[in-house]
């Protein structure tokens, strides 16, 4: 299977707890996004990595979230100090130059009780 | 601000006939369009594409058409399947200085194709 992969798929924690999340990009695919899904709503973009230079964020990206691609290849997403407001489905994708097709990993559904 | 609409929450379509999904957008900077299906649990999968120098793009069952003018874009599904059923999203983006291509998504249409 040469499509993205996330991991974990599913991760619930306890407020106040840190959480870090893993995407693997199609292997060719320079360019890396991670958006993040709340019920009812389109994904909304959060950062972007072009091999390994985080080039854009968010505002939605708060201090407490942290994002890194060593070595432009996998990526991380890491929130610190989870409030319940992060729990979402958190997306990845991956992609050619521009303009070209986004393809998106599965997510991880982060719940924070 | 809604940058990219779709106004239709839910469409019911019978077996066999044509789906028609619609999408608005208000920025005159986003350069190609997207659509992606949804189903439950899964990150969302492309379906296809259009540039803003075409007005229409086709795979199979699937047409993207591209109003400029008005700022409108629709998906047709023909014939519609009962796996068509799904949550659809139109996307579009603008490239930026930094050579991004954020997506900006809509709210998304769940479609519902009848037996």
């Known amino acids: 299977d040469t499509g993205v992969s996330q991991d974990p798929r599913h991760k619930i924690t306890k407020r106040g707890q840190n959480v870090t999340f893993r995407c693997d990009p199609i292997s060719e695919h320079n360019r890396l996004y991670w958006y993040r899904q709340t019920l009812g709503q389109g994904p909304e973009f959060l950062t972007y990595?072009?091999?390994?230079?985080?080039?854009?964020k968010s505002r939605l990206l708060s201090d407490r979230f942290s994002a890194e691609r060593p070595k432009g290849s996998f990526s991380t997403l890491e929130i610190q100090r989870t409030e319940q407001g992060d729990s979402a489905m958190y997306l990845c994708a991956s992609s050619r130059g521009y303009p070209h097709e986004q393809y998106f990993g599965p997510g991880t559904r982060l719940t924070v009780t | 601000d809604q940058q990219v609409k779709q106004n239709s929450p839910s469409l019911s379509v019978q077996e066999g006939r044509i789906s028609i999904l619609n999408c608005d957008y208000t920025?005159?900077?986003?350069?190609?369009f997207l659509w992606y299906k949804k189903y439950p649990a899964e990150g969302p999968t492309f379906l296809i594409s259009?540039?803003?120098?075409?007005d229409k793009n086709e795979d199979g069952r699937f047409t993207v058409f591209l109003n400029k003018s008005a700022k409108h874009l629709s998906l047709h599904i023909v014939p519609s399947q009962p796996g068509d059923s799904a949550v659809y999203f139109c996307a579009a983006s603008a490239r930026n200085i930094q050579g991004a291509q954020k997506l900006v998504f809509g709210q998304g249409t769940r479609l519902t194709i009848n037996p």
């Open positions: 920025n005159s900077m986003f350069d190609y």
């Open positions: 259009i540039s803003s120098i075409k």
């Open positions: 990595f072009q091999n390994e230079a985080q080039l854009e």
